[in-house]
């Protein structure tokens, strides 16, 4: 009972040399890893950081696992995927089929009676996401229901993530998967300013699933100026410490004119920096850099991981939804193999 400091303060020496050595073993062998290692020897105060450290240690320990995989597995993995895949489109379907008449979704008239309804994954933009990632697997004769899937979930990210992922594994049509991609952004901009592209009434996307609101495209936008912009009157180095950003943005969200993510930043990389650093945000790019450096065009797994990493850019689900940031860990992994 009298020794209760000076306890703390032992521990937490012996939690950091732990983590010092842990460093030291992974840079010759995970630079990435070692990185973060290094940001808990140095940041480290209270337990109070204790879940992070956690949640990073099972990255770590999933990753090493993931790249034990025999060969076999990488053959078996993708359609595993798909068979989950297919499902998550079956329990949409049989969503739509028993939603109740007086429903409030309902009051919005859709094309052919459609609603986003939520999805498997809790929200139907993680759902499409979860989607998105499996288009560089997919063979022709699931592509049905696949766009099915997505034209349910309507997310525009999604649909680059798409677009992304099928112009790595088909490089002859990249200009076409990305073009039709930004032709469809494009006209759903001019929709809004030309009224010839109105039908009974409405704008031609406010018939889609998702309608045709351009709030969220603001509030990540102003997002993408907040947090650096808060970063940068902070620590730079090593950031203000994990789930920090949650605070600010509430309080950012109560000043806005619209209303802006809170909770989790839908910028991954600018939350990286803003609760980690640069020393963080660099352990990011060490993985990006390898994987990519390693990487070969036409290699669904390279396709998958960059089709996420393209995600990130506008929402936080390739990176801390686990269903769907287990499936970009394993591609990184995948594209290693």
């Known amino acids: 009972m009298v020794a209760q400091r000076p306890l703390a303060v032992i521990r937490d020496v012996w939690l950091r040399a732990v983590l010092a050595l842990t460093a030291l073993w992974l840079l010759p062998r995970e630079p990435w890893l070692a990185l973060m290692a290094l940001w808990f020897t ?41 068979a989950i895949m297919c499902a998550h489109v079956a329990i949409l379907l049989h969503r739509q089929g028993t939603l109740p008449a007086e429903h409030p979704a309902h009051d919005r008239p859709t094309a052919f009676g459609v609603l986003r309804l939520p999805a498997p994954h809790g929200s139907p933009a993680i759902t499409a996401l979860a989607l998105a990632l499996m288009a560089p697997f997919c063979p022709w004769y699931l592509w049905p229901i696949l766009a099915l ?30 073009g039709g991609v930004g032709a469809l952004l494009s006209l759903w901009v001019l929709t809004w300013y030309v009224r010839r592209f ?48 949650d605070d600010a943005l509430k309080r950012w969200a109560a000043r806005c ?54 995600m990130t850019f506008a929402h936080w689900a390739p990176a801390r939804q686990p269903a769907v ?13």
């Open 325 to 337: 940031a287990l499936v970009v860990l394993a591609c990184a992994a995948g594209a290693l193999r």
């Open 257 to 310: 004119w619209i209303e802006t993510p809170n909770g989790e930043a839908h910028v991954e990389w600018a939350q990286m920096l803003y609760e980690y650093g640069v020393v963080g945000l660099a352990a990011v790019v060490c993985l990006v850099v390898r994987v990519v450096a390693y990487s070969h065009v036409a290699d669904p797994y390279a396709a998958v991981f960059i089709s996420g990493l393209v």
């Open 42 to 82: 140095v940041r480290w105060v209270t337990p109070a950081q204790m879940p992070s450290l956690v949640t990073w240690t099972a990255i770590g320990a999933t990753w090493f696992a993931l790249r034990a995989l025999p060969a076999w597995a990488w053959s078996a993995l993708p359609p595993v995927w798909l």
């Open 198 to 245: 109105h039908a009974r009434g409405q704008r031609w996307f406010e018939w889609t699933p998702r309608g045709d609101s351009f709030d969220s495209v603001l509030a990540r936008l102003i997002l993408w100026y907040l947090i650096p912009r808060a970063w940068w009157q902070g620590p730079r180095w090593f950031g203000h410490g994990p789930r920090t950003l």
């Open 149 to 178: 899937g997505l034209y349910i979930t309507w997310s525009w990210l999604a649909f680059i993530g798409v677009a992304v992922g099928l112009a790595w594994i088909y490089p002859a049509l990249a200009g076409w998967a990305l």
